[in-house]
Structure formats: C-alpha cells, structure tokens
C-alpha cells in the first residue's frame, strides 16, 4: 500500500476558504449610477430633439395647408382660361358694330374677342400686389336648372388683400365672448356664376374692367382663399422657345388683352405665365400684430419691373429671414392650353 501524501506545510489539516462576493460595493453602484444618468441625459436629449423637429414640421404643414390648396387651385383654374379668338374684319383699325354697319368697309382682317383676359397691379381697390382676371370654362352655376352643364364660362380672379374677414357672420360680433376679427393679409378668389356673366356688355373702352371691377369692389362673388399670403407675382410671357429675355412680353407685369395699343397682346392670351406666392405662418402673422392699416413688409416696392423679379424676390425673403419671419415660396410656370399664341 501506498503511504498518503503529505499536505503541504503550513496547510496541513486546513480547507480552503474562499470570502462570497453577494453585492457590489458603493463605489461601484456609484459609478453605474453616473454612467447611467449619462446615457439617460442622451437619450432624453435626443428624444427632446426629435419631438421639436416633428412639432415644428407639423406645424409648418398646418400652418400652409391653406396656402398650398389655394395656389393649387389658381394654377388649375388658370390652365382652363380662354379668350376664344376669332378673326374679324376692321375698318382703319375698327370692328364692324351695330352703329357703323351702314357705313363699314373693312380694310383688314385681325384678331377679335368678345372675352377679356387682364393682369397687373392696380386693377381693383385696395389691391395688395398683384391681381388676375379672367374666363374660364368651369359650369359653375347657382340655378339648379343649369347644374351639369360643366363647359358654361365663369369670369374668374385672384387677389390679394388686408383686412377683416369678409366672410365672418356679423352676427358674431354681437356676442359677448366674440374673438374679435381679425386683420390680415388674404387671398381672395372672385368666382362669378355663369348666370351673372358680364363680360360681354363691358365691350367699350371705358367700361372694360367693369364686368370684374364693380362685383369686386362691392364684396360680390368674393371669398377668401387662403390667409396669410402677403405677396403674389404674375408674369406674363412667351415660350423658351420663343425667346429668353424674361419680362418681354409684360415688362411691368401689365397685360390686358383689350388694349388695343398693343397690337402684339390684342385680343390674345399669354402662352405662359409664372406664377410666384410667398405665404407667412401664423404665429408670424401675430407678431406682425392686428392693426388696421397693412404691416410694412417692403412688398409695396417690390415687383414693379419684372426684369427684377429674382432680385426683388431674393430682397424680400431676406428681409423675412431678418424678421424672423416662417415663409414658404411657392413658384410655378402654367402653360395656357387656349392661348393659340401668334406673332
């Protein structure tokens, strides 16, 4: 038999222990906790950082929602504009009329319409900017009777103005807890029914911008599009293909398609026109404040020439961005389907 072994010296007869380790020790909770809060304070910040960006998004949408539906609608109801030209005879420079037919000898053949199509920028009374008029195939309609009739003319028109709602009952303003009106810059679209259409008894040179110009002036046909729209830009002009001097054919954005000065624009409408909307938000609209008489925002002498157009719209949102002003620029070319344009 083997003799057994001998423990080693000093450990005979003993077993070894080892201490259990059950928690962790205060420095080590102390350090978890700072590690912790710091990821936590990341974290929060992160999340705080995303929560503002998607509220500041979602604000801006609501906040254009109005603005993106009314230069949606201008644009479409723009594209369906005609004048329907025809060619007549004239006698030195005259149409055939019921009052000279007896005496009428035509002495050239040239364009003639019974519609009109007219821009600029003191069309109508307390005009901010610029305006827009014209006839659009659109069979809007409040006899009943001629409901369904969708190709019926519509005299049509875009403006913009500052001021109270028009559209706000009256009734409100009696109440005790009334929110009192509001003053702003709006967007009014002019929508005449086909059974009010008088464009065609507004043929004389003194009354050809009565068929829009009366109705509007006294609230007729009128309603706000959009609020907030503190500028609008409309520029007539030809093709690229027909030339690539911007402002040619409307060098102050003027355009009327009776003025018979202007043999080039008589009786025709433009092939393009580029339209410009520049939109503030409302929180900016309150800061700009309530006064009866429309904020100074430099739009006044802007937009005059339109060789200047992207100077003057450089010059205007830079002074927006100086204000701390939320804007949106909303920019289009609508190509005219009934233009039938001819040099």
Not at 161 to 189: E, H, K, V
Not at 252 to 264: H, K, L, W
Request: with cysteine.
């Amino acid at each position: 038999m083997q003799a057994l072994s001998t423990p080693p010296a000093g450990r005979a007869g003993k077993r070894m222990r080892y201490a259990p380790r059950d928690a962790f020790t205060l420095i080590e909770m102390m350090a978890a906790v700072v590690v912790l809060s710091g990821i936590m304070l990341v974290i929060f910040g992160i999340t705080n950082q995303i929560s503002h960006i998607w509220r500041n998004s979602k604000a801006k949408i609501e906040s254009f929602r109005g603005a993106r539906a009314a230069f949606t609608s201008i644009t479409s109801q723009l594209e369906q504009a005609t004048l329907n030209t025809y060619y007549d005879y004239y006698q030195n420079g005259v149409r055939r009329t019921e009052a000279n037919k007896a005496t009428f000898i035509p002495t050239s053949y040239n364009r003639n319409s019974d519609l009109h199509f007219i821009c600029g920028k003191s069309l109508i009374t307390n005009q901010v900017g610029h305006s827009i008029f014209f006839q659009a195939t659109l069979g809007r309609t409040d006899v009943t009777a001629y409901q369904g009739m969708d190709t019926m003319l519509n005299a049509c028109g875009y403006y913009i103005t500052y001021g109270p709602d028009i559209s706000r009952p009256a009734f409100l303003d009696t109440l005790p807890a009334a929110s009192p009106q509001r003053n702003r810059f709006r967007l009014m679209q002019f929508l005449q029914p086909s059974q009010d259409l008088s464009v065609y008894s507004t043929t004389a040179p003194s009354d050809v911008k009565n068929w829009f110009s009366i109705p509007v002036n006294a609230g007729r046909n009128c309603q706000p599009l959009a609020e907030n729209i503190i500028a609008m830009v409309i520029l007539p002009r030809l093709s690229l293909g027909d030339t690539t001097v911007p402002g040619s054919l409307a060098p102050q954005y003027e355009y009327d398609s009776r003025n018979s000065a202007n043999n080039t624009t008589f009786h025709q409408m433009p092939p393009v026109i580029d339209i410009v909307m520049v939109a503030i938000d409302e929180p900016s609209a309150i800061r700009l404040g309530n006064s009866a008489t429309a904020p100074d925002l430099g739009v006044s002498t802007l937009f005059q020439n339109a060789s200047s157009l992207e100077t003057d719209l450089r010059t205007l949102t830079t002074s927006l961005d100086a204000r701390r002003i939320t804007y949106r620029v909303f920019r289009t070319s609508v190509a005219i389907k009934g233009a039938k344009w001819s040099s």
